[in-house]
């Protein structure tokens, strides 16, 4: 079987796998860091692209945030905006003038320049300026709420974790943790937020992952109701969480919180962090931050009491006749395991997708939503269904079932804490990484793989260096677009590739 995902792994990263004693191709995104074409060169002329007062810079270390940005390059004239790209170790950075991007630019060719401590590169953008994602366009409009996108959540996200990220930073007085393109919050303070932003965008919760991604809000002032996981007004601590319709509380097993949370369900916990920047971005006052932030540990169970909660996700703008639940489950399953996958009757191109933990259904929206596959626009959103039920099922157009059950296959990626270490989750690219294909097979053969099952074919080819001995290899594929490599993936992840055997037998698809 061929496994797809998208992936920047190096060829160190690779780990080889073979279900059912079968050699099999897998795709993984880019995660170097490089620009996405393979072979481009880090020397290339900057010149090429007309000046502009936006500049590219790519090549940045993992814990860089925005701060570290200005810091660096603020010599060379006043910055406008920043947009970070953290998972590609990429920014881009506007100045107010032509000539400090000039000067940048120039610099970062004739002499290294350094952002926290990497050397970085430098290329005119092309466009002429970063486009601002709210009504905010003017940071020293002094906005005092911000837009967090959390990227990758590996792990869960309350007001709590905020809180203890976003506090020492300033005093926060509100959160708000909203699903709708993937996880995101509203952080308010109480004067402008440009130092939170500066300090904590593109910075990891997480070692690794609960990538923050930060702009400014469109609202000035957040309204908040309750007082619980999704939601927290600090300046009012009597909203406490009401359910409404129901008499007296569950007996709770093991009490109102563990003990590590103090009275006020916010203080201290471990393990303690340091802060992403210098102390540069600590108050002032000795009293007001302590040296470390304190985050807190990663959960394994669901969040407490949350409600809304689900892992099942609804799957709308499905193309009618080239979507089924394998296929389904070829692109989901690079974000968790999958159970059950079934068509919905009523509602055309929709369907419902039950995942191993309501992480996984966090993780897919985050990187899933919007995206594009056979020239459809998908909608990736939780579902209020808690699972998913064999019933009504039907005949799809290419003549498969409407429902489908995942649970025994040996294809889910995230059956044990030692496979999902492996898994490195990475959005869609147009670069996949390749593994577990047989040395026999040869580039054209690739091609006719993809002439085969109609999908798009790849413009570059690489393939690592691999040991003799080897049984298998693995490389990258580099397409036009993203578009292309995930409808690669969707169509040929985990499919058999039929090799001659040493008794002149082929093995089939599965």
């Known amino acids: ?41 880090n020397g290339e002329d900057a010149h090429r692209i007309a000046p502009s007062p936006v500049v590219h810079v790519r090549g940045l270390c993992e814990s860089v945030v925005e701060g570290d940005l200005v810091e660096a390059l603020e010599k060379f004239g006043n910055i406008c905006y920043v947009m970070m790209m953290p998972f590609k170790r990429q920014a881009l950075v506007e100045f107010e003038a032509m000539e400090s991007a000039d000067q940048c630019v120039t610099c970062g060719v004739n002499e290294a320049v350094y952002i926290a401590g990497q050397q970085a590169f430098f290329n005119y953008s092309t466009s002429k300026r970063i486009t601002r994602p709210t009504n905010a366009d003017d940071p020293s409009s002094g906005n005092k709420v911000l837009l967090l996108s959390i990227q990758n959540p590996l792990y869960p996200i309350t007001t709590d974790v905020l809180y203890t990220v976003c506090n020492p930073i300033g005093n926060v007085l509100r959160i708000v943790i909203f699903k709708r393109n993937g996880i995101q919050a509203m952080v308010e303070y109480p004067f402008w937020s440009q130092k939170a932003k500066s300090a904590l965008n593109g910075a990891d919760i997480y070692a690794g992952c609960c990538t923050l991604k930060i702009e400014y809000a469109r609202p000035t002032r957040l309204n908040v109701l309750r007082n619980d996981n999704d939601s927290w007004d600090y300046t009012k601590p009597f909203l ?102 079934k068509f919905m009757k009523s509602v055309p191109g929709t369907a419902l997708v039950e995942m191993g933990d309501e992480y996984a259904v966090d993780r897919a929206i985050t990187h899933l939503n919007s995206i594009k596959v056979f020239s459809k626009r998908l909608n990736v959103c939780v579902s209020k269904q808690h699972a998913v039920i064999p019933s009504q099922v039907f005949e799809l157009e290419d003549g498969s079932s409407s429902y489908k059950d995942f649970a025994m296959t040996r294809n889910n990626r995230f059956s044990s804490v030692g496979q999902a270490s492996k898994n490195i989750i990475q959005p869609p690219a147009a670069v996949l990484h390749f593994y577990n294909v047989p040395p026999c097979i040869t580039e ?16 570059k080819f690489k393939v690592f260096d691999a040991k003799p001995s080897s049984k298998t290899i693995s490389g990258l594929f580099e397409f036009d677009n993203k578009t292309h490599a995930v409808e690669v993936l969707t169509v040929l992840n985990h499919h058999q590739i039929r090799i001659p055997s040493k008794y002149g037998v082929l093995l089939q698809r599965e």
């Not at 792994?9 to 996405?36: A, D, E, M, W």
């Not at 054209?444 to 413009?459: N, S």
């Open 1 to 41: 079987r061929n496994f797809l995902s998208h992936s920047n792994q190096t060829k160190s990263n690779i780990r080889p796998s073979y279900p059912c004693g079968i050699p099999h191709l897998t795709f993984q995104p880019n995660l170097t860091g490089v620009p996405p074409s393979l072979l481009q060169d």
């Open 240 to 341: 406490v969480r009401r359910e409404r319709g129901k008499g007296r509380q569950r007996q709770a097993i093991l009490g109102e919180h563990p003990s590590s949370y103090s009275d006020n369900g916010y203080g201290s916990h471990c393990p303690l962090l340091p802060l992403p920047s210098n102390n540069r971005y600590k108050r002032s006052s000795p009293h007001d931050a302590q040296e470390v932030v304190a985050y807190p540990l990663p959960q394994t169970s669901s969040y407490m009491g949350h409600a809304s909660s689900s892992s099942v996700a609804m799957v709308s703008g499905l193309h009618p006749a080239k979507m089924n639940c394998t296929r389904i489950f070829n692109l989901f399953c690079l974000y968790g395991n999958i159970e059950k996958v």
């Open 444 to 459: 054209d053969e690739l091609q006719r793989l993809c002439t085969e099952h109609d999908v798009p074919g790849f413009i």
